[in-house]
C-alpha cells in the first residue's frame, strides 16, 4: 500500500508534477495500490491532468489554500499542515502502511517528519519526501528574514537523519550541491527527473501575431518584471499588431508597479484552470525566461517542463535553471548572455518567424522522453524497494 499525500496545494497549484507523481508510483509498483490524501479543488485538477484516476483511492483533506500577505491565514496553513500530517502518521502506522509519499511539505512540515522518522519510525515502512524551492538554502544571495528561518528549519529536518526517510530531489545538479554541502548522503537521496505526462499535440499555429508567454505564475522572484520591461520596449510592435505578450498564469500583487498595457494577463492570484492554461498554451509561440544565476538554481521549474510539453522553444538569459536541458539534448530555443541581447534578437526573431520556430522539433522529442512518465518511474522502481 502507498499513500500520496499532498497537503499543502490546493487547486492547479503543483498539479502537473503530482499527476505525474501519481502515475509514476502506478507503473513503478503496479501490484500496490495507491491512497490520495489531497484537497477537492486539487483532486478535481489532478483528474483533468490523470483523464482517469480510478486507480487509486482518494481521502477528501481538508487544505488552507495560500494567499499572499495574510500571515493570519499562513499561520493556520501551518497548524492545519502539522495536524493533517500527524493524522496521516497515525493511520500509516495503524495500518503498517508501507510507503507514505509526501509531495510538498512545507519547512515546518519538513521538521515534523523528520523528528517522527528519527524517534518514532516504523518497521518496514518508507517516508518519502520531495523537495521543492531550495533556492533559500543559498548563502551567496540577500534572503528575507522569513527565508533564512525557513532555510534553517530545512537543515534542521536534513540532520534529523533516519533510515525511513529519503528525499525525492529533481534533477542531478540539486543533488550535487545538497551532497556536497553535507545536508544529505547518497543514500538519502533519491533523483529523478520532473516527470510530466505529454499527451498534448501542439496545435499549428498562424505566424501573426507572434505570441511571447511567460509561463506560470507572475511573481518578483521569477524576474517576472523583464517580461513586462521587454513588452514595453517592443510596443511599437505590440501596437502594430505584430507580436503579443501573455502571462499564462496569476500575477501576484508584489507585480502591480510593473504591469503595463503591453501585456495580456489576469490580475488574479489563482491558479488558471487546466483546460484555460493548455488553451492559451496551444496558442503561444515562445516561452521566455528571465532566470539569472541566483533564481531556480536549486529549484526545477514546471514551467520549463511545460514549455517542452507544448513545443515552446525557449528564449531566456543563460542560467542554471537549464543546465538539465542542456545536460539531455540540443537546447530548444536560445540563450543570451543579458537582457539587451534577448531584446536586440525577439526583433530579429520577428522577421525570421516561423523558420526560427520551426528548427527545434527534434530536441523536444528527446527532452520529451527524458522527463516522461514511464523512464520517471523505471528510476523510481530502480531506486525504491518494495515488497513483492
Same mark, same amino acid.
Given at each position: =500500500?502507498?499513500?500520496?499525500?499532498?497537503?499543502? =496545494?490546493?487547486?492547479?497549484?503543483?498539479?502537473?508534477?503530482?499527476?505525474?507523481?501519481? @502515475?509514476?508510483?502506478?507503473?513503478?509498483f503496479?501490484?500496490?495500490?495507491?491512497?490520495l490524501f489531497?484537497?477537492?479543488?486539487?483532486?478535481?485538477?489532478?483528474?483533468?491532468?490523470?483523464?482517469?484516476?480510478?486507480?487509486?483511492?482518494?481521502?477528501?483533506?481538508?487544505?488552507?489554500?495560500?494567499?499572499?500577505?495574510?500571515?493570519?491565514?499562513?499561520l493556520?496553513?501551518?497548524?492545519?499542515?502539522?495536524?493533517?500530517?500527524?493524522?496521516?502518521?497515525?493511520?500509516? /502506522?495503524?495500518?503498517s502502511v508501507?510507503?507514505? !509519499?509526501?509531495?510538498?511539505?512545507?519547512?515546518?512540515?519538513?521538521c515534523?517528519?523528520?523528528?517522527?522518522?528519527?524517534?518514532?519510525p516504523?518497521?518496514?515502512?518508507?517516508?518519502? &519526501?520531495?523537495?521543492?524551492?531550495?533556492?533559500?538554502? /543559498?548563502?551567496?544571495?540577500?534572503?528575507? /528574514?522569513? $527565508?533564512?528561518?525557513?532555510?534553517?528549519?530545512?537543515?534542521?529536518?536534513?540532520?534529523?537523519?533516519?533510515?525511513?526517510?529519503? !528525499?525525492?530531489?529533481?534533477e542531478?545538479?540539486?543533488?550535487?550541491?545538497?551532497?556536497?554541502?553535507?545536508?544529505?548522503?547518497?543514500?538519502?537521496?533519491?533523483?529523478?527527473?520532473?516527470?510530466?505526462?505529454?499527451?498534448?499535440q501542439?496545435?499549428?499555429?498562424?505566424?501573426?501575431p507572434?505570441?511571447?508567454?511567460?509561463?506560470? &505564475?507572475? /511573481?518578483? $522572484?521569477?524576474?517576472?518584471?523583464?517580461?513586462?520591461?521587454? *513588452?514595453?520596449?517592443?510596443?511599437?510592435?505590440?501596437?502594430?499588431?505584430?507580436?503579443?505578450? @501573455?502571462v499564462?498564469?496569476?500575477?501576484?500583487?508584489? =507585480?502591480?508597479?510593473?504591469l503595463?498595457?503591453?501585456?495580456?494577463?489576469?490580475?488574479?492570484?489563482?491558479?488558471?484552470?487546466?483546460?484555460?492554461y493548455?488553451?492559451?498554451?496551444?496558442?503561444a509561440?515562445?516561452?521566455l525566461?528571465?532566470? +539569472?544565476?541566483?533564481?531556480?538554481?536549486?529549484?526545477?521549474s514546471?514551467?520549463?517542463? +511545460?514549455?517542452?510539453?507544448?513545443?515552446?522553444?525557449?528564449?531566456?538569459? $543563460?542560467?542554471? *535553471?537549464f543546465?538539465?536541458?542542456?545536460?539531455?539534448?540540443?537546447?530548444?530555443?536560445?540563450?543570451y548572455?543579458?537582457?539587451?541581447s534577448?531584446? @536586440?534578437?525577439?526583433?530579429?526573431?520577428?522577421?525570421?518567424?516561423?523558420?526560427?520556430y520551426t @528548427?527545434?522539433?527534434?530536441?523536444?522529442?528527446?527532452?520529451?522522453?527524458?522527463?516522461?512518465?514511464?523512464?520517471?518511474?523505471?528510476? &523510481?522502481?530502480?531506486?525504491?524497494? =518494495?515488497?513483492s
Amino acid at each position: =500500500m502507498i499513500y500520496f499525500a499532498e497537503l499543502f =496545494m490546493t487547486g492547479g497549484q503543483h498539479a502537473a508534477f503530482n499527476a505525474g507523481m501519481l @502515475q509514476v508510483f502506478a507503473k513503478a509498483f503496479p501490484s500496490q495500490q495507491i491512497k490520495l490524501f489531497a484537497a477537492p479543488s486539487h483532486y478535481q485538477q489532478l483528474k483533468k491532468h490523470i483523464g482517469s484516476v480510478e486507480p487509486f483511492l482518494w481521502s477528501s483533506t481538508y487544505i488552507i489554500s495560500n494567499k499572499s500577505g495574510n500571515i493570519v491565514r499562513w499561520l493556520l496553513k501551518f497548524i492545519n499542515e502539522f495536524i493533517q500530517i500527524f493524522r496521516i502518521l497515525f493511520i500509516t /502506522r495503524v495500518k503498517s502502511v508501507e510507503l507514505v !509519499y509526501f509531495a510538498f511539505l512545507s519547512p515546518i512540515g519538513q521538521c515534523v517528519v523528520s523528528l517522527y522518522t528519527r524517534y518514532f519510525p516504523v518497521k518496514g515502512q518508507q517516508i518519502i &519526501v520531495t523537495l521543492h524551492g531550495l533556492d533559500l538554502l /543559498r548563502d551567496d544571495k540577500p534572503r528575507k /528574514r522569513i $527565508d533564512r528561518f525557513y532555510a534553517k528549519l530545512i537543515k534542521h529536518a536534513f540532520y534529523r537523519t533516519s533510515k525511513a526517510k529519503r !528525499y525525492v530531489v529533481l534533477e542531478e545538479r540539486i543533488a550535487n550541491y545538497l551532497l556536497s554541502k553535507g545536508y544529505l548522503q547518497q543514500e538519502e537521496i533519491i533523483q529523478i527527473p520532473h516527470p510530466y505526462q505529454f499527451d498534448t499535440q501542439p496545435v499549428k499555429k498562424s505566424t501573426a501575431p507572434i505570441v511571447f508567454a511567460h509561463l506560470g &505564475v507572475a /511573481r518578483l $522572484d521569477k524576474h517576472a518584471a523583464a517580461f513586462f520591461e521587454l *513588452a514595453a520596449r517592443c510596443s511599437d510592435m505590440v501596437e502594430e499588431g505584430k507580436i503579443v505578450f @501573455q502571462v499564462i498564469g496569476p500575477v501576484l500583487p508584489e =507585480m502591480k508597479p510593473h504591469l503595463n498595457p503591453w501585456v495580456n494577463y489576469q490580475s488574479t492570484e489563482i491558479m488558471l484552470d487546466q483546460a484555460t492554461y493548455q488553451q492559451q498554451c496551444l496558442q503561444a509561440h515562445y516561452a521566455l525566461f528571465f532566470y +539569472d544565476e541566483s533564481s531556480y538554481t536549486l529549484t526545477s521549474s514546471g514551467a520549463i517542463i +511545460d514549455a517542452i510539453a507544448y513545443q515552446l522553444p525557449i528564449l531566456g538569459l $543563460d542560467s542554471p *535553471a537549464f543546465d538539465a536541458i542542456l545536460s539531455a539534448a540540443s537546447f530548444p530555443g536560445k540563450l543570451y548572455n543579458n537582457f539587451d541581447s534577448l531584446q @536586440q534578437d525577439i526583433r530579429e526573431l520577428v522577421q525570421n518567424h516561423p523558420q526560427e520556430y520551426t @528548427q527545434f522539433q527534434e530536441s523536444f522529442v528527446v527532452l520529451q522522453h527524458h522527463y516522461s512518465i514511464d523512464r520517471v518511474a523505471q528510476l &523510481v522502481n530502480s531506486q525504491v524497494k =518494495m515488497p513483492s
